[in-house]
């Protein structure tokens, strides 16, 4: 994700346009999807390690690795909202 100047990240906004407010708001989402999104990973990982290894191969290919990727993604924007608020 390019965290460059002028990136619209969320409804139009832009970190170099946004009040404090706005960008704390933004964090604060952020903060708490990347909370629940780290809780379905983390069962997702015991449900996976229960199975088969060929079964967990799978849920580690079209789960567990697109939601880790979706965390960091969420952890990026949430870092580009921290330096605003």
């Known amino acids: 994700m390019d965290t460059g100047s002028g990136e619209i990240l969320e409804g ?5 346009t946004s009040t404090r407010q706005r960008a704390a708001h933004w964090l604060e989402f952020y903060e708490r999807l990347i909370a629940f999104e780290s809780e379905i990973l983390t069962t997702m990982q015991e ?3 229960r199975l088969s ?5 799978a849920v580690e290919i079209t789960n567990i690795t ?3 990727d ?3 993604d969420f952890k990026l924007r949430a870092d580009v909202w ?3 608020a």
């Open 70 to 72: 979706l965390i960091a």
């Open 53 to 57: 290894t060929e079964e967990a191969r």
């Open 12 to 16: 139009g906004e832009t970190p170099e």
């Open 82 to 84: 921290r330096e605003v």
């Open 47 to 49: 449900v996976s390690s």
């Open 66 to 68: 697109p939601m880790r």
